[in-house]
């Protein structure tokens, strides 16, 4: 049968019915066209369809006969290709994906739409459905018109959580290019477009059964009436029922899952799973609406205040409602006041929402003249965004070339075009100082996305975007999943910066994610950085994106002087110096001229870690395989960075009792420290994790430091990036070291990134700027390119190395990491992996190196144990993992994959 379907009628077998007159999205009417339910009839004197007292009038079949001969034509055999299709499917059913289910999971499930939910179940409609004998929510990421064939009796949905989609079928096909190339779930995928905290969520309850006294009747282990006891008086505390996720953390053993099973089966306890509301919800204020004048009469009786208030709500629409701290404000009236006139019937109270802006009061600013350089990147983007092909563009330019007006240009244009763009920073700390500028250069139509805003304020943030009242977001990774209307452009400033990269499932890199939307939505992707990303710099050179250059500073300012210092020399001067001869002259020549200075340390607190001279030993954390750092900040305190463990610094060795303790290696409090010391009438602030962790801090620091509030500012990788201070005329590496000999073939990388990002800083005023590198290791390639200012240079040569190593650019890896508990555990997983892969890998050219340890062995109190999986340029590597990972998950549950890693540590 051939079924033609238009906003005219319906072809079927021949049979053309021609509408007369239909309203779209009227329920009555598509079910009269598409027949979808019973309960019709078809009037023949009028051809008119006739239902629930409701007439939808056809054209007379006259008409069908005048065009019968082109009818008879239409109803042939279509070939697939030129088939058509432009009506509404009548949906009877939706793939579904279970957020929070069952991680055994992994691929969406189908479920029937009852007929009363036709028509308003969409894609991206969040609904609860059943699974076995649960409750779950889920999120529609595809719609059938039929179900699956061969397929059993379908499940119904229960109801619509949340009837407006959050998400549509675009963003459910890039999301299911990640879960593909990444190797994880779809379900696992839903959360980055859907924030938790905004969205209505499923919660069980776990209540008390009426008549039962706690104790376990028949037969029950003693663990298990342990536990049991243990539940009933939890839940009796907490008036007869908790949620089961709360009850088994309190719980708290292993056997709590089991036993809260065996009571509900007994009919000792029960559960019940209900909607609970978003746990963060719009801001509001109360406020009036006025609902009707009063008379002239009326009006001779109300006093002067009550005039007041009526007149303003009256100059303010009928619609418009006024916040009621402002109508006591113009008309200097007492809430009392308000009440009488709403006890009267003319005013109404309203709830207001209010936005809780992260930005107000910035003046806009005057666009500078462009470069020549600049142009040409400019008008090379303006371009990409009119064709609309999903180019990507890389913007190389050295450092203080004008990269971020070349963005600030390229968004006005996508604001031109009447379209949106998301500007990505690798940095919350970043993101203050670019939003500024982005909102002085296009005011309030500008969102801001970030995990440092309150969640009050991200929500603010996230509806905003949501109802197309803003253009632009700017945000780190996270933000390129907010809800922008058809963006049709991607900035990534300083791409090539590992932050890009998501640490935990989904392990996606934004770089990528931003590249799939290019392909999927015609989305132009502009990669900007002076220091690119190996890959990204093989990709320009290949042709696979285009490169625009900016080869000098804005004003043809020259780039920064910078000297090499050894540390050996300075050493054997004055053991455990922290500033050498030069960085200390050049330090006071720079404060008395009353310029700025920058001083950078890849490492926090006070010493690296503290030894003891008699026998050797060195304080480690408990939980992970460091040693712990002395932070004299916090009152003499050993400090673990990866897991938090802290405890105070001894005044004698644990390990034999001696004293001779001494501290070794230097953080950003040391250097803060010598900083104050050596210049005691300099203004000196330190901007690292440590005190970045007040909310607002960075961007107080930040600003501080940009009004010359402050001469020296010490810090770690925060300040080495994306800052643009004209008063900074010196750089200090305290110790260049620290990056360039750690077990991860990017090591090098990442030096030379850090030297000459830092570098960077300094000499974008009208003095020129001088940067003092301080290094045990003055040979180094990355240390000589970085004092150069040589990218190329260090390019070509680690692009040999990488081509010889079979490394990216010129392969794919994908990590597998086993924690556990237990060595002996992780160990064993990682070993069972390797079994598993190591033939089916082989045969598809993929190499599998390992297991061994993790280089950091332990962390937060698991052993770690990783392979490697080695293979060709392509998909070869994610489309094996995606093809074991069923069998991986069998038999060597619990090891994390993460293809393409930016971190092997």
């Known amino acids: 049968m051939l079924a033609l379907r238009s906003r ?19 329920k009555e009417e598509e079910e009269a066209l598409h027949g979808s339910e019973s309960g019709r009839r078809l009037d023949s004197r009028t051809g008119a369809f006739r239902r629930a007292g409701r007439v939808t009038t056809f054209r007379p079949w006259s008409a069908i006969l005048y065009r019968l001969p082109l009818i008879l034509r239409m109803s042939q055999p279509t070939p697939p290709e030129l088939a058509l299709d432009f009506g509404p499917r009548p949906i009877t059913c939706v793939d579904v994906a279970l957020v929070g289910g069952p991680a055994a999971l992994p691929e ?18 969040a609904v609860r459905v059943p699974l076995g004998g649960r409750q779950c929510l889920g999120y529609v990421v595809a719609e059938r018109e039929t179900p699956p064939d061969p397929s059993p009796p379908l499940r119904p949905l229960r109801e619509l959580v949340r009837g407006e989609p959050a998400f549509d079928a675009r963003a459910v096909r890039v999301l299911r290019w990640l879960a593909e190339t990444y190797a994880c779930p779809l379900a696992d995928a839903i959360p980055l477009l859907v924030p938790e905290r905004q969205e209505a969520r499923l919660e069980t309850y776990v209540r008390l059964v009426e008549g039962w006294d706690g104790i376990p009747s028949g037969r029950a282990g003693p663990f298990t009436r342990a536990t049991l006891s243990r539940a009933y008086r939890l839940l009796v505390e907490a008036g007869g029922e908790l949620p089961r996720g709360e009850l088994l953390a309190r719980l708290g053993t292993p056997n709590a899952a089991p036993a809260l099973s065996l009571a509900r089966q007994k009919g000792w306890l029960a559960e019940e799973t209900r909607l609970e509301a978003a746990r963060v919800r719009a801001r509001t204020v109360k406020g009036y609406v006025l609902i009707r004048c009063p008379t002239e009469a009326e009006n001779q009786r109300l006093g002067e205040k009550q005039r007041a208030v009526l007149d303003h709500l009256a100059a303010a629409g009928e619609r418009n409602a006024v916040p009621q701290h402002r109508l006591i404000e113009v008309a200097g009236a ?12 003319w005013l109404r109270p309203v709830a207001i929402p209010v936005r809780r802006v992260p930005m107000m009061g910035l003046a806009p600013d005057i666009p500078p003249a462009l470069t020549a350089a600049q142009q040409r990147a400019v008008l090379a983007v303006e371009a990409a965004i009119r064709r609309g092909a999903g180019e990507t563009l890389l913007l190389f330019g050295v450092t203080g070339s004008g990269k971020t007006e070349v ?29 500024e500028a982005v909102y002085r250069r296009l005011g309030d139509r500008v969102a801001i996305l970030h995990s440092g805003l309150s969640e009050g304020e991200r929500l603010d943030e996230w509806e905003r975007l949501r109802r197309g009242e803003a253009d632009v977001v700017v945000g780190p990774r996270s933000a390129l999943f907010g809800p922008l209307r058809r963006p049709v452009l991607i900035v990534l400033d300083e791409e090539h910066d590992g932050a890009y990269k998501q640490d935990r499932a989904p392990r996606y890199h934004a770089r990528e994610v931003a590249r799939a939307w290019a392909r999927e939505a015609g989305t132009t992707v502009l990669l900007g950085s002076a220091t690119p990303a190996l ?5 320009a050179e290949q042709g696979e994106c285009r490169l625009l250059e900016l080869p ?13 210092v050894d540390l050996r020399e300075e050493a054997r001067r004055e053991p455990g110096v922290v500033f050498g001869a030069t960085l200390r002259e050049a330090l006071r020549e720079r404060v008395a001229a009353g310029e700025q200075a920058i001083l950078f340390i890849n490492r926090r607190g006070f010493s690296a870690f503290i030894l003891c001279r008699d026998c050797g030993a060195v304080p480690r954390c408990p939980q992970c395989s460091v040693s712990l750092t002395l932070h004299r900040r916090f009152a003499g305190m050993l400090l673990c960075h990866h897991c938090g463990h802290a405890r105070r610094a001894p005044d004698v060795c644990t390990a034999c009792g001696g ?47 940009r009004d010359r509030e402050i001469d020296i500012l010490v810090g770690t990788q925060m300040v080495t990036k994306g800052f643009d201070f004209p008063g900074v005329t010196l750089v200090g590496v305290v110790t260049a070291d620290i990056a360039l000999h750690l077990p991860d073939f990017r090591a090098a990388e990442r030096a030379f990134q850090l030297l000459t990002q830092v570098s960077g800083r300094a000499g974008r005023g009208e003095e020129p700027g001088q940067v003092v590198v301080q290094t045990f290791n003055t040979e180094h390639p990355s240390i000589q390119a970085a004092a150069q200012h040589d990218y190329r240079a260090f390019y070509e040569r680690e692009r040999e190395e990488r081509r010889g190593l079979g490394f990216p650019p010129f392969g794919r890896l994908a990590r597998l990491l086993a924690a556990q508990a237990e060595e002996a555990a992780a160990e064993g997983r990682a070993r069972a992996a390797a079994a598993l892969l190591r033939g089916p890998a082989t045969a598809r050219g993929i190499e599998v190196l390992g297991p061994a340890p993790a280089p950091l062995a332990r962390l937060q109190n698991r052993y770690r144990w990783q392979l490697l999986l080695r293979g060709p340029l392509g998909s070869a590597v994610p489309d ?8 991986l998950r069998q038999r060597a549950g619990g090891v994390a994959v993460d293809v393409d890693p930016v971190d092997l540590l």
């Not at 968004?411 to 993101?431: G, H, K, N």
């Open 659 to 705: 004293g001779r303790l001494r501290q070794f290696g230097i953080g950003s409090q040391r250097v803060e420290e010598a900083a104050r010391q050596l210049l005691p009438e300099a203004r000196v602030a330190r901007l690292d994790r440590d005190t970045a962790a007040r909310k607002h801090a960075p961007a107080q620091i930040i600003r501080a430091f």
């Open 880 to 887: 094996f993992l995606r093809d074991m990972l069923p069998a």
């Open 552 to 564: 000098e500073r804005i004003h043809t300012r020259p780039l920064p002087q910078v000297a090499v």
């Open 108 to 125: 969406p499930l189908t479920y029937m739409v009852p007929a009363e939910l036709r028509g308003q179940v969409r894609i991206g409609t």
């Open 535 to 539: 890959e990204t710099f093989y990709a």
């Open 8 to 26: 005219h009628g319906v072809l079927r077998s021949g049979r053309l019915m021609w509408e007369g007159s239909r309203r779209p999205g009227d």
């Open 407 to 435: 963005y600030l240009r390229a968004l006005a244009a996508a604001r031109a075009a009447e379209r949106t763009a998301i500007l990505l920073v690798p940095e919350i700390s970043l993101t203050s100082q670019i939003a």
């Open 334 to 345: 007492a809430a009392d006041t308000l009440r009488r006139l709403e006890r009267r019937g």
